[in-house]
């Protein structure tokens, strides 16, 4: 089961917009990870948050981190065609490294 | 540095066979997990391994199961294949056990049962 949940499920932009994309989890975490997948293929770590910071910030992206909410977004400023891909975020709630994903988002960027 | 290796990529098999895929993390990395994507389940967590142990597992049948080698090198084997099984699966490598450690993954091994 999965314990995040990820919103929009899909996201259509032009190129240059912006895009951004939120999680929510249930439980308690320690760290929130995002990652980029492109057609099916292996996961790109993109940003790591820990539980308490607020936000971060990597090249064009920039992800916040609200644990009162339980939630996460990730912003990709100046969208580019070659981040049409699917997004996850991840938590890890218990010692050790598994990670429990979100159902992901899937963003189209539009050139 | 070499990213983390997975193989074979693709896979086909039948059901009732068993199969086992190889995962090779980065070199200094001596955390290894596996995790399943199919598309009605998304990704989910089968085990992890440090220091040839297995220190994490999720809710799998005992069919899963996997080593973790002196070198890091880790293997899952499945046995008894079974249709639901068609899967992609993904091995993450990290420097160490700990929450909040990156987690490098692999390309993945695509594995088809008829």
């Known amino acids: 089961s999965q314990q995040g949940e990820e919103d929009p499920q899909a996201l259509s932009i032009q190129e240059g917009e912006n895009a951004t994309m939120n999680c929510s989890y249930k439980?308690?975490?320690?760290?929130l990870q995002w990652y980029r997948q492109n057609s099916g293929r292996g996961l790109v770590h993109l940003i790591l948050?820990?539980?308490?910071?607020r936000e971060k910030h990597s090249g064009r992206l920039r992800v916040t981190l609200d644990t009162s909410k339980k939630s996460s977004s990730l912003l990709i400023t100046a969208s580019r065609a070659a981040d049409t891909a699917s997004y996850f975020c991840?938590?890890?709630?218990?010692?050790?490294?598994?990670?429990?994903f979100g159902a992901g988002t899937i963003l189209r960027v539009k050139s | 540095k070499a990213g983390v290796t997975q193989t074979p990529r693709y896979l086909i098999k039948t059901r009732g066979q068993q199969v086992t895929l190889s995962c090779s993390p980065i070199?200094?990395?001596?955390?290894v997990s596996w995790y399943q994507q199919t598309p009605g389940q998304g990704l989910q967590f089968l085990f992890e391994?440090?220091?040839?142990?297995?220190?994490n597992k999720g809710n799998f049948p005992g069919r899963f199961s996997g080593r973790q080698f002196s070198n890091s090198r880790s293997e899952m084997n499945v046995s008894t294949l079974e249709l639901g099984d068609s899967a992609l699966y993904l091995c993450?490598?990290?420097?160490?056990?700990?929450?909040?450690?990156?987690?490098?993954f692999g390309p993945g091994t695509r594995l088809t049962v008829t």
């Open positions: 391994y440090f220091s040839e142990t297995q220190r």
């Open positions: 439980t308690s975490i320690n760290n």
């Open positions: 070199s200094g990395h001596r955390s």
């Open positions: 991840a938590t890890d709630a218990e010692y050790g490294n598994k990670l429990v």
């Open positions: 948050i820990r539980s308490n910071e």
């Open positions: 993450a490598s990290s420097l160490a056990q700990g929450a909040g450690l990156e987690q490098y």
